[in-house]
């Protein structure tokens, strides 16, 4: 059964970096595709990264150069390390298994001085 978990969200300052963590159970690795979204308050999830079974990337355009997306599948992991954070970046963080549309609980980011 896949389950997921993100973590490593917290209160950054204006220019600084987080590396988010979703650890991802029972995930099959080399057919699936992983996704990392994002929720502000008032609006829609939207779709930051993907990272698919054979490395490949995609980025939306409000991240595409202080992002990077990653995947370490011995440990059953993926990450999402953003640097360069705005305060418009301050949103709830999730992890997604194409697969299955597994969602994670997802982690609060939040930017601000």
């Known amino acids: 059964q896949v389950q997921l978990v993100e973590s490593g969200g917290g209160l950054v300052q204006p220019g600084g970096s987080l590396r988010l963590v979703c650890a991802a159970s029972?995930?099959?690795?080399?057919?699936?595709?992983i996704g990392w979204y994002r929720q502000a308050p008032g609006t829609g999830r939207d779709l930051l990264a993907t990272?698919?079974?054979?490395?490949?990337?995609y980025y939306r355009d409000s991240v595409k150069g202080r992002s990077t997306i990653s995947r370490d599948t011995s440990k059953n992991m993926v990450f999402l390390q953003i640097n360069d954070l705005k305060p418009e970046d301050t949103a709830v963080y999730y992890c997604n298994d194409y697969l299955t549309n597994k969602w994670g609980p997802g982690t609060q980011v939040t930017v601000s001085s």
């Open positions: 990272i698919s079974r054979d490395d490949s990337t």
């Open positions: 029972g995930v099959t690795w080399t057919i699936t595709t």
